[in-house]
Each structure stands twice: as structure tokens, then as C-alpha cells.
């Protein structure tokens, strides 16, 4: 079996033929959405569409939905302005970003296997729904509240459903699932008032011509992830990660997978090899033709590992060798079986030149 393997799906997901079949098709719609004549009103059409089918992915109500150009802007929309938003260190940077403003106020602490511990918090709680390094999710329920929900790697791979009970927020981001990149969008509880400068699109919420071609891409990519978990698509592609983390595990001593423990995406593996830097391994995997990434890989000069590791108390040295297989419908054992024989080759390589 020859050819090169993509398995960075947490960086971005393969574009579904669906989405850019959409996207092409609404590049040819003349009129502006907010325009009232026939060429606006087919150009509207199409964002309405995409907003039903975003949001029957997400289950939230059509008028909840709010485009953006991507889960960053998204999160700025909703969080610029929110003094007391406290979170655990297992954040993206755009949301991160606009935590702990207020002096004294307590990052929420990390179990051993990259769970955020709740409890009598004193602020709004930021909490992703799954995270990208490891795969693990967080409790986002009626019982654990949460004011803003980070929804980019959940939405299209498990169920996820927003409810104003439980989330006054949260943001998804098109590229995730399928969709073009450079598109996302905010989930907002009806009834909150937000406002954007502008010429009032969006509902008056985010101002800005909208990106008709992206919008319609993502929407499709929405209703084609959303059959994709219906059908057990992922439940199929959680089978084919397990048998190759035992592949993994049954051949590399002293390698270990983050939050294995844990209830975790169905897609993500994120290994240490003591010894074997991330960068490393990406490099070397991507001469052997498979795309990887560093996951939660140290950077040079900095005192500890980044992102969810250095949440999760992992020492700097052993977080700098970390390595995140994240993988998707289409991707078959077979596949998986010919990156492990790569990178169990290169590992016992390396164990038997240090011996």
C-alpha cells in the first residue's frame, strides 16, 4: 500500500465533496444576502439553509446561530467583554485568551488524566467539550453548567447538543467537520443580546458581508457530519483507533497514551515516547509519508510543556515527546496498520542504537 496518509483530522478535517460541491455552487449566486431583490434573496436563501443545517448538528434552534469567519472570531464575539470567565489551562488560546481578568480569580485544576475538576467556582465557567491535544472530554451537563462551551472538535464526532440550560454559549468551526476552512460559527442562547458595529448582518449580532461560498459549505458539511454519526460512522473509526493503540502499546515498552483513562473522542491518540521528541517523530513520519503532529510539544525556551499536558502536571521533558494521531471516517485499519509497522520501526531503531 503506497501513497501518503493524513491523520491530523484535531488540525483540520478533509473537505467532504459535499461542502466544496456547495461552496462552488455559491460562488456563482450574484446577489448580496442583504439585498432585498431576486439575486439577494436566492444569495439569503442560502445562509437560512446552512443556518437549519448547522444548527440540526448542534441541536439548537436556527436563530441561535451566528456566522463568523471561524471559532476564534467567535469566541472574541462572545467573551470580549466578560471580566469574571474562569477555566482550566486545557483551553485553546482564543479562548484562553480572555480568561482570569479579575485579580484572584482561580484557574479550575486538572486531574491526572486532562479532566478540569468543577466545584464551587466564583466567575462564568469557559469549558471545552472535548479537547484537540488528548481527546478527552469534559462534563458539560445540566449538573455542570457552563457559561461558554468550545464545541469545535465535539461538534460532527459525538452527539453534542446545545442547550440554553447548560451553555449560554458556544462556538464550532466549519473546518472541523468538513467544511471550508475560514468559516465558523457562535451557538448563543435566544434571548441574549449581542451587538456588533456595522451594517447589522447576522441579525444585528456580527456585522459583515457574509461569505456566502464558506457559509454554504459548512452547512453542507454540517447535514453530511450529521449523517455520519447517525449511520455509526465514528463508532467505526473508534474501533479502528483501539486496535491501533494496542498495536502501539504491545510493541513500544515505556510508551503510553494520554487520558486512556478517560471517556475520550473517538478519533485521538496522543502518545509519549520518553526520548523521542515530538518534532522528531512528525519530521520522521512525514518522510515516510504520514501527516502528524506534535500535540502538546515543548517550545523551544519555554520552562514546561504547552497546552494540556502542562495542565495535567506532565513533566516538561517527558511532554515534549508527544505525538497526536487523530483520524476520520475513511481511514481503515489497514491504514493504521502501515503507520504503526512505520513508527514501531522507528522506535525500535532507536531503542536498539541507545542500548
Request: with cysteine; charged share 20%.
Amino acid at each position: 500500500m503506497t501513497g501518503r496518509l493524513y491523520l491530523d483530522w484535531n488540525a483540520s478535517a478533509p473537505l467532504r465533496p459535499e461542502a466544496r460541491a456547495a461552496a462552488v455552487a455559491a460562488l456563482d449566486v450574484l446577489g448580496n444576502p442583504s439585498s432585498v431583490h431576486a439575486e439577494g434573496r436566492r444569495a439569503r436563501a442560502l445562509v437560512e439553509t446552512a443556518r437549519e443545517q448547522v444548527a440540526a448538528l448542534v441541536g439548537c434552534a436556527p436563530a441561535e446561530v451566528i456566522f463568523t469567519s471561524g471559532a476564534t472570531e467567535a469566541a472574541a464575539l462572545r467573551l470580549s467583554d466578560i471580566p469574571d470567565l474562569i477555566g482550566a489551562g486545557l483551553e485553546h488560546p482564543a479562548v484562553a485568551a480572555h480568561l482570569g481578568r479579575l485579580t484572584g480569580t482561580e484557574m479550575l485544576a486538572v486531574d491526572a488524566e486532562g479532566r478540569a475538576i468543577r466545584g464551587a467556582e466564583r466567575g462564568r465557567v469557559a469549558l471545552q467539550a472535548a479537547n484537540s491535544e488528548t481527546g478527552v472530554l469534559q462534563a458539560v451537563t445540566p449538573e455542570k453548567p457552563v457559561f461558554f462551551c468550545d464545541a469545535t472538535q465535539a461538534a460532527g464526532r459525538i452527539p453534542f447538543a446545545f442547550d440554553g440550560r447548560v451553555q449560554d454559549s458556544a462556538v464550532v468551526s466549519g473546518h472541523k467537520f468538513g467544511g471550508p476552512k475560514g468559516v465558523g460559527a457562535l451557538i448563543l442562547r435566544a434571548g441574549v443580546h449581542l451587538s456588533m458595529p456595522g451594517g447589522g448582518q447576522e441579525m444585528g449580532r456580527r456585522s459583515g458581508t457574509e461569505n456566502l461560498a464558506g457559509i454554504a459549505g459548512m452547512g453542507a458539511a454540517a447535514e453530511a457530519a450529521a449523517r455520519d454519526l447517525a449511520s455509526g460512522a465514528w463508532e467505526e473509526v473508534r474501533a479502528v483507533r483501539d486496535a491501533f493503540e494496542e498495536m502501539i502499546l504491545s510493541e513500544a515498552p515505556g510508551v503510553s497514551i494520554v487520558g486512556r483513562g478517560a471517556e475520550r473522542l473517538p478519533n485521538t491518540t496522543l502518545l509519549l515516547a520518553p526520548g523521542w521528541r515530538g518534532e522528531t517523530q512528525v519530521m520522521q513520519m512525514d518522510l515516510a509519508g504520514f501527516a502528524v503532529s506534535a500535540g502538546a510539544a515543548c517550545s523551544s525556551g519555554k520552562a514546561r510543556p504547552i497546552g494540556a499536558l502542562s495542565a495535567m502536571g506532565v513533566e516538561p521533558g517527558l511532554g515534549a515527546c508527544a505525538l497526536r494521531v487523530s483520524i476520520g471516517p475513511g481511514v481503515t485499519g489497514a491504514d493504521m496498520s502501515r503507520f504503526a509497522a512505520a513508527w514501531l520501526s522507528e522506535f525500535k531503531r532507536r531503542a536498539k542504537t541507545a542500548a
